[in-house]
């Protein structure tokens, strides 16, 4: 079934900072790639996705590029903002060990500081 | 405004009673999922449904129970069989019974053992 890594964290930088976040996936298939965004005591809000090979997803100055050569999709901003600060989650769609839902990593928690 | 809408938010609960946790949508979704968040293990998923009067196992089911019975809610049930039921539980439902598209997140619902 399909599956996904994601870098652990915690990561912490300072503002105007170069962010990435290391994601890999497992997948049998086309599977989609989804990157989502979670702040304290909310639910999950999609940040960005893509649907197929060498798609780029982008949102709020956020993007990932899924790449089928390497089976990755790197979330990556230029500079980061205080704003910023959340837990960060790759996600796989499709069949999985679990089922029909989408497969999430262990997400990622980012702090950027003033 | 379309959304999913997770009730109550915070939810105290003694050992031995069971709980039940309310996920309503009205965005039209065919597929409905419960999540558990603990710290550092990410999502799991609980159970699933694709379609009205169907649902299915997820990764961790024991000790749980839910229902379809209408298109727009997916009620889980904590019960008193489930070891160790303090988390956040995340609600989610998607357009794509398949798993192939974006899932949508309510709001959650902190439940807590006292």
């Known amino acids: 079934g399909n599956s996904v890594t994601q870098m652990e964290g915690p990561v912490t930088l300072s503002e105007e900072a170069f962010l990435t976040i290391n994601c890999t996936y497992t997948a049998t298939g086309y599977p989609s790639l989804f990157w989502y965004v979670q702040y304290p005591g909310e639910g999950l809000q999609l940040l960005l996705k893509a649907t197929k090979a060498d798609d780029k997803g982008s949102n709020k100055g956020f993007e990932a590029t899924y790449r089928k050569e390497t089976t990755s999709f790197h979330l990556e901003k230029g500079s980061v903002q205080v704003s910023d600060s959340a837990v960060y989650f790759c996600a796989l769609s499709g069949l999985s060990n679990s089922g029909y839902a989408l497969n999430f990593g262990k997400g990622t928690s980012l702090l950027v500081t003033p | 405004d379309g959304g999913i809408t997770q009730s109550p938010k915070y939810l105290f609960r003694k050992e031995g009673q069971n709980v039940t946790l309310s996920c309503e949508q009205n965005?039209?979704?065919?597929?409905m999922y419960w999540y558990r968040q603990d710290p550092g293990q990410g999502l799991r998923l609980i159970y699933y449904?694709?379609?009205?009067?169907?649902?299915q196992k997820g990764d961790i089911a024991e000790g749980y129970s839910v229902s379809r019975e209408k298109k727009e809610s997916f009620p889980l049930t904590v019960t008193s069989a489930q070891k160790n039921p303090t988390a956040f539980y995340l609600c989610a439902s998607s357009i794509d019974s398949q798993g192939n598209t974006e899932a949508f997140f309510g709001q959650g619902t902190r439940l807590t053992v006292v």
């Open positions: 965005l039209n979704h065919d597929a």
């Open positions: 449904s694709q379609i009205v009067n169907d649902f």
